[in-house]
């Protein structure tokens, strides 16, 4: 069956689901599956039912998150010190930022600065979310 996780208590190790069925199951920690992922409110999981227990319990999706990394910030590291690549650093791309710096003597990421300023100013606060913001 699926379902949701609707709490999960780590000083406890056990949490509540929301099955797709409308009732809610218990689980423990011990009945998670996937090593790599812990458990979250809103995660989409796929369980075994046992009674009113919830066991073999397997991660479909993991809950997106954001980074905290706001557009009018990019905008600003953009706009006064794009030609440095500040502004890739800042949005997490460090490979980019660090070719910013290799070539900035030669006024090149200056212009490709500002042509990315005008792209930041269209881009919707949707969009650079979904761009620079989930991991």
Not at 26 to 41: G, H, M, Q
């Amino acid at each position: 069956m699926q379902g949701t996780i609707l709490t999960f208590h780590p000083e406890t190790n056990t949490g509540l689901i929301s099955g797709h069925d409308g009732t809610r199951y218990s689980f423990a920690r011990a009945d998670w599956t996937s090593a790599k992922l812990n458990p979250e409110e809103g995660m989409t999981i796929d369980f075994d039912v046992d009674g009113k227990s919830a066991r073999q319990i397997i991660v479909i999706q993991s809950v997106p998150r954001l980074t905290g990394k706001r557009k009018s910030t990019a905008l600003l590291w953009a706009i006064f010190l794009g030609g440095f690549g500040a502004h890739k650093f800042y949005l997490g791309r460090t490979g980019w930022g660090v070719i910013y710096l290799l070539f900035c003597w030669t006024g090149i990421p200056v212009i490709i600065s500002l042509i990315e300023v005008i792209v930041l100013i269209l881009m919707s606060e949707t969009e650079f979310n979904r761009k620079y913001n989930y991991y």
